[in-house]
């Protein structure tokens, strides 16, 4: 019962390389969401999905990509990695709409060089 | 500008005590939620209030949602070292589909 989990845990890139994060959820919950974590700005929005092949952004989507072919699935692709992208990241999944029980994954710390 | 303050920011308190952590906007939220976060590890749900003026209670801790359905409060009873952690609230806006997360509060609780 792995429930939901994201790989990498760490990852260390340059600037302008392409890195994606991934995450994963075997609980087949319609909801899905991306998350980074910065300390004085707690956790914000980047991406989410309400089921398959239906994604919008969040309050940071900028420099991000996301997708979403099938329901256990979350992707989230830095185009082009920045040093302002340095940060935990967290996938999470939610059964279903508002209010959004959502759990989370162990998260993804990157760090951009 | 972060759509749900919460204070205090940090709080140290010894074993025993109780205390209050308040979580403020000035924007209705269709739902409220409180979630914990250890160090290393994802935030995880406590608690979901929907209903302006709601109270829950989990074992010591006790949940409130503001009349108004703006403000939440969680409310610690005989705090113990296995209540040290971030505490973070949440909420669906009422209009629209965003989610936000309220600025956190670290809670060190000492024996």
């Known amino acids: 019962d792995a429930g939901i989990t994201q790989s990498p845990r760490y990852k260390i890139t340059e600037t302008g390389r392409q890195v994606t994060l991934m995450c994963h959820q075997t609980w087949s919950h319609s909801y899905m969401f991306w998350y980074r974590q910065d300390l004085g700005h707690g956790l914000r929005l980047i991406y989410y999905s309400a089921a398959a092949d239906i994604t919008d952004k969040g309050e940071v989507p900028d420099g991000y990509v996301v997708s979403r072919s099938k329901t256990e699935n979350f992707p989230l692709t830095l185009e082009s990695a920045t040093r302002s992208q340095t940060s935990v990241y967290f996938c999470?999944?939610?059964?279903?709409?508002?209010?959004?029980?959502?759990?989370f994954g162990p998260g993804t710390r990157l760090t951009v060089t | 500008t972060q759509l749900l303050e919460q204070s205090p920011q940090f709080l140290s308190i010894q074993e025993g005590e109780n205390l209050t952590v308040y979580c403020n906007s000035s924007?209705?939220?269709?739902?409220l939620q409180w979630y914990r976060q250890e160090p290393g590890e994802g935030p995880v749900l406590l608690v979901t209030?929907?209903?302006?003026?709601e109270v829950k209670k989990l074992k010591r801790l006790t949940f409130q949602f503001g009349d108004a359905r703006k403000d939440s409060s969680l409310h610690i009873t005989a705090a113990q070292p296995g209540d040290t952690g971030l505490y973070l609230c949440?909420?669906?806006?009422?209009?629209?589909?965003?989610?936000?997360f309220g600025t956190g509060t670290s809670l060190t609780v000492i024996p």
């Open positions: 924007s209705v939220f269709s739902s």
């Open positions: 949440a909420g669906a806006m009422i209009t629209g589909n965003q989610f936000y």
């Open positions: 209030v929907v209903t302006g003026g």
């Open positions: 999470a999944s939610s059964e279903g709409g508002p209010p959004y029980e959502q759990y």
